[in-house]
Nanobody
Framework: QVQLVESGGGLVQPGGSLRLSCTASGLTFSLYIMEWHRQAPGKQRELVAVISGGSGGTTKYADSVKGRFTISRDNAKDTLYLQMNSLKAEDTAIYYC????????WGQGTQVTVSS
């Protein structure tokens, strides 16, 4: 079965950076659109970034993270990344990776806390 495992979350000060990773197994990773989502306390889960399959030449971002976050992929490692720079308190959330299909698999999530 498909398994997605996120890592790289933690506590960071405002203005800092983190890189999240999502390692996939049980699927031909390179074929799939991949997504990062997040859910802040008391809020609905939201789509943060999307990357196309193959070389990942097409990316899209939520307006709230555009210019600060970068999604990328390494198909040789079956791994999805989210580079997060200039972090703000409002970026605090659990971050999830997901296969870009309506019923796509979800990872278990990794906590990101931005606080001084």
């Amino acid at each position: 079965q498909v398994q997605l495992v996120e890592s790289g979350g933690g506590l960071v000060q405002p203005g800092g950076s983190l890189r999240l990773s999502c390692t996939a197994s049980g699927l031909t990773f390179s074929l799939y659109i991949m997504e990062w989502h997040r859910q802040a306390p008391g809020k609905q889960r939201e789509l943060v970034a999307v990357i196309s399959g193959g070389s990942g030449g097409t990316t899209k971002y939520a307006d709230s993270v555009k210019g600060r976050f970068t999604i990328s992929r390494d198909n040789a490692k079956d791994t999805l990344y989210l580079q997060m720079n200039s972090l703000k308190a409002e970026d605090t959330a659990i971050y999830y990776c997901k296969v870009g299909l309506p019923s796509g698999a979800w990872g278990q999530g990794t906590q990101v806390t931005v606080s001084s």
